[in-house]
Each structure stands twice: as C-alpha cells, then as structure tokens.
C-alpha cells in the first residue's frame, strides 16, 4: 500500500511538473518578441498560491549602462500606485481621522463649492466629477520638457474649475486628479509627505522595502529601470521635472508587488480589512455598482473576479492583476513605452484557466442575443465629452464594433441582454441598456467610455471658412486660433503650431486624439463661441470668439 501510495504521488508530481514546464515554454513564446538586443524591456512574475511560478527579466534596464531587468529591478508603476494612495487613505480611516463621507472642503478649502459636496469616496472612486488636470494642462498648451509643476499646481488648477463633469457619484470618469487632491489630504492630516507615510505605515509592515512614491526629483531610487521611447531607430530617454505624485509616481519590483498581491487576494490576515476596503465597490445613483473600486478596477474575466490596474507613463507601462479564487496574478513592468502589458497578461490568464468543464460551468452563462435585435444597436456612435468615433454593424449574422482607426471590424459576442464583448478580448465589454445620459457603455478591464448615438458628417459639405478666427478662453487663460489651408481647418495654441481637424457632427471638429471642438452659433446662424471637451473627462469649457 505505501509504495502504491509513493508511486501515485511520484506521478502526480511529474504530471504538475510538467504541466508547469509546459506553461513555462508558452510563457517564453508570448514574450519572445520583446528579447532584442541592446533593447530595454520588461520584468513579469506570476505568483500562485502565494508563489512565485515564474519570473523573468527582458532587456536592459538601462541602455546606456547595460544593466539587465530582473525581479530586483525597480520600475514605475505608473498609475498602479493608486491603490497605494487608497490604502493611505485606509489607514487614515482606521486612525479615525478621516471619514469617507467628508466633504474635501474640509481639508481642500481652496475647492470651490459646487452645491453639492464632493466627498473623499467620490475622490477614490473616480465620480467627484473633477477634471483631470493632464488634460487640461494640455488644453492649456503646458510644455511637460520645460515646464515645473507639482500637487500645488494640481490644487490650484483644480480650485478654479467653474464646473463638475458629473454630478458627484454619479458615475464613474478618470481622473488623475482626484488622487493627487487626495494626497494633499493625506500630507495636510498626517504632516508627513505621501512617501514617509506610505513607507512607515504600509511599505515596512509589509517588506516591500524596494517601494516609494517619488516625492523629489533629488530623492535617489537605487536599482531604477530607466523610461525608454522609441523614436528614428534610437532609444531616448528623459529627465522629468515635475514633482507631482499619488496618482502616479511611484517605484517597485516584482518581488515586491507578490507581497502586495497577497493582500489584494485577502489571504494576507494583518491586511483583510484593507483588502476588503479597497475593492468595496460603491452603488452609483442610477443604482448600479461602480467597477472602478478604490485605486482598483474590479471586473470579471471568464467566469472570476479579476481586480487588477494598469499604468502609462513616459518610457513605460504597467499592468497587475490577480484573481482571488485561484489565488493567481500577474505583474509585468515596462521600460519601453510601446511595450503594453495588458493584452500580455490577459494572453497569460488563459494559459492558468483552462476550458475544463468546471471552468465553463462557472463562466459566465452563454446568452445569444437575437439576431433581429442587432438593428437597435447598429449605428454611428461618439464618446461624450471627446471625438472618438464608433460605428456599430452587423455582418454575416453577427454584430460587430469598428473604431475610427481600426483597419475592420470587431466581432462581438452576447453575454448578457444587451451586454457584449468582443471575441477575441473578453476584458472589452459593451453595454447597450438604455440610459437616458448615454447610449453605450463601452469598458476596458473596468475602465468605462460613455458613448451616445451620432450623425457623422461629410467634410466636402462643410465650409471651414466659417470657423476661422481667435478664441479666448478666461478659464484656461489661452487663445485658440483656427485656421483653414486649402479647405481644412487647423488649429494653433501656446506650444502647438498646426494641428490638422476632423469634421465630426454639425459644428464639430476633432483632432483625432479625443479632443472635441464644438461651435456655437447666434441668432443670425453666425459662429459666435467654441466650447471645448476633452478626454471623456472635460466638458465644454467655454472659448469666446475675439
């Protein structure tokens, strides 16, 4: 009986060994690409069961030093560091000095009362409406190569906004900005910068001893991945000044993030309540649960519960997710900004969850839209608050999504009524329930794009002499000057001397980057105003004809 017992053992062990050497290989295929020579890279690991299961360095860390990436190497996580800040935030709660229904005004009385109180969970959540200060530091003709700004900047850009985006909590719009205000907050009650908190509360307890928030340009990160971009066949580097952080400007390892990991999963006890906090998704008015939680997004993938983040940044980009269930997640760190993460760890997810029968029990049911349903969500589709086109169509029977830069449509399958996601990307979902502030809901990863029905129109019936002319913005404190050469209309601004225009709606322009130009006319049909959206997340700020 014990040697039957040994036997069955030893090959149980063989049979996982391989299976694991078996992964491996396929893991090493999916990255294979990005192993070029004297190339900066990436470094992964994935962790099972509080495991390790694989690791991997690719590229040099430094292209000039000739250092190589390894699960040591210490990258930007870029936006990953939200949950960081969230978790601040956290400790600040169970310090009771704070409370998430505090209106910011109390801490923030530089932000102007908007009539209803932005509290500090519309700050976590992304729904206090609040623009993000990227966005309109851009719409200003800001020069990030020469330009210094820090968290003040972002305060003092925020406190002058005339207007919210959404009414607080009601739904969910990307800000970079509310992270920011939310690390003033932290410094204001705790009198201590984001980084001394963070590394005294969090980073010790935890032994992330590699992890900092970058709160100086003179603080010294020992074993940094340099950014990289990719630009005429040579890899460039650049040296930022600015001094802004807590929606980003943080610094880890993969070592280090497999022990944040544990406590996403809820499996490391010291830290459950924090878990439980930051992916307690909040009910927005119309009822409906927020995906994006606190500094994570919280979806589904497959059947499980994915919490995961992604960032971009200059030189680089970053992607965590993890699984609770199956105790399983995924860290990849850039430092060659075209190098995106995300599809990477979705390819790698669908290694670990194979099609057995228990996995498609639990997956999500298999729903077949009708056919003659698809006539009510075919049509031509644009993001509120941006230019970003969309038509939805049908073809062969099944419907499909084409975006304004995609070479063909995307095939789209039914999941739930009205609810889709594309066929080779189950993390992109769109929503067609009917709302009375949107039409479609498309979300990446958690990340949703409110879309509203549209009429494109043809530039040859337009006549763009008729938008001609200087802009003057008091918000923004910019003039935009619209130009046409040979029957198209371009635009100049501070830092920005001929961006070519696209007709979108009636009076509509873009610039093809999710920004949107929108004319006004008086009561003799004459263009008297241009009001100006961007990124989803701005809406119609207000530039006068001169």
Same mark, same amino acid.
């Given at each position: 009986m014990i040697r039957v017992v040994l036997l069955l053992f030893a090959f149980l062990a063989s049979y996982l060994i391989h299976g694991q050497e078996i992964q491996t290989k396929k893991i090493d295929e999916?990255?294979?690409s990005f192993e070029k020579p004297n190339s900066p890279g990436l470094s992964i690991g994935i962790v099972q069961n509080g495991k390790i299961v694989y690791s991997k360095g690719i590229g040099l860390a430094s292209v000039e030093g000739n250092t190589k990436n390894n699960s040591k190497t210490v990258f930007s996580i870029a936006s990953i560091a939200k949950q960081f800040t969230a978790s601040c935030i956290w400790i600040l709660v169970q310090e009771k000095k704070l409370s998430l229904e505090d209106d910011i005004r109390k801490y923030l009385p530089e932000m102007p009362n908007y009539g209803t109180p932005i509290k500090i969970k519309h700050l976590l959540n992304h729904t206090s409406g609040i623009r993000n200060y990227h966005a309109i530091m851009d719409l200003q003709g800001f020069d990030y190569d020469a330009e210094y700004y820090n968290n003040e900047t972002v305060l003092q850009l925020a406190s002058k906004q005339r207007g919210l985006n959404n009414k607080p909590g009601e739904k969910v719009l990307y800000s970079n900005t509310n992270y920011n205000l939310l690390t003033t907050i932290i410094e204001r009650i705790s009198g201590k910068n984001l980084n001394e908190f963070a590394t005294e509360k969090l980073f010790k307890p935890l032994q992330m001893n590699s992890s900092c928030f970058k709160v100086s340009n003179k603080q010294i990160i020992k074993n940094k991945a340099i950014g990289h971009q990719l630009s005429s066949g040579e890899y460039i580097t650049n040296a930022s000044i600015q001094e802004s952080y807590g929606a980003g400007s943080m610094a880890s390892t993969v070592e280090d993030l497999v022990?944040?990991?544990s406590v996403l999963n809820g499996t490391y006890s010291e830290f459950k309540s924090l878990s439980n906090f930051l992916i307690q998704c909040e009910k927005l008015e119309n009822g409906e649960k927020a995906k994006y939680a606190r500094g994570v997004m919280v979806d589904d993938y497959k059947g499980f519960t994915t919490i995961s983040h992604s960032g971009y940044g200059w030189g680089g980009q970053s992607q965590l997710i993890t699984i609770p269930e199956k105790k399983l997640g995924i860290i990849?760190?850039?430092?060659l900004e075209s190098i995106n993460p995300t599809p990477i760890s979705?390819?790698?997810l669908d290694l670990f969850l194979p099609k057995t029968k228990a996995i498609k029990e639990k997956s999500a049911k298999k729903y077949k839209e009708k056919s003659k349903a698809f006539n009510s969500f075919v049509g031509q589709y644009k993001e509120i608050n941006s230019d970003m086109k969309m038509e939805i169509l049908v073809e062969?029977?099944?419907l499909k999504s084409k975006g304004a830069r995609a070479k063909k449509p995307t095939a789209l399958i039914g999941f739930e009524k009205n609810? =889709?996601?594309?066929i080779n990307s189950e993390s992109v979902k769109y929503d067609f329930t009917k709302n009375e502030k949107h039409d479609l809901v498309i979300t990446f990863g958690g990340t949703p794009f409110y879309f509203k029905r549209a009429i494109f129109i043809d530039s040859k019936t337009v006549n763009v002499k008729e938008f001609v002319g200087k802009y003057y913005s008091e918000e923004l404190d910019v003039v935009y000057e619209f130009f046409e050469t040979d029957d198209k209309l371009y635009l100049k601004y501070k830092n920005h001397d001929k961006i070519a225009l696209e007709t979108v709606q009636k009076d509509e322009f873009g610039n093809n980057d999710r920004t949107l130009y929108y004319f006004t006319r008086n009561s003799k049909n004459k263009i008297q105003k241009m009001l100006?959206?961007?990124d989803?997340?701005?809406?119609?700020?207000? =530039?006068?004809k001169q």
């Open positions: 999916l990255l294979q022990k944040w990991i990849i760190m850039t430092n979705y390819e790698i062969n029977d099944t609810k =889709f996601h594309r100006l959206s961007c989803g997340s701005i809406s119609e700020i207000e =530039f006068v």
